[in-house]
């Protein structure tokens, strides 16, 4: 049985209207897509991707967060 394993994305919308992902848990894991859902079909294919490395199949086995929370800090 394949294991469930919930993964933190980023999205931040770029200059030319582009929304760019990015899966933290693996180094170079990024993608981009016209819309938010192409985005996320996009990033999960460069997650099979990456999950063919054994680094980062074994990054995956060592991730276990207990709670993920995000902010944005105003920087002058």
Known sequence: MKKH???PILIEKD???FYVVECPVFSG???QGKTID???KNIREVIDLCLEEKENK????DFHPQ????????YA
């Open 15 to 17: 200059e030319d209207g």
């Open 5 to 7: 394993y919930q993964l």
């Open 58 to 61: 074994e990054a995956l086995e």
């Open 38 to 40: 192409e985005a996320l």
């Open 67 to 74: 709670e993920l929370s995000f902010y944005t800090l105003s």
């Open 29 to 31: 894991c990024y993608s």
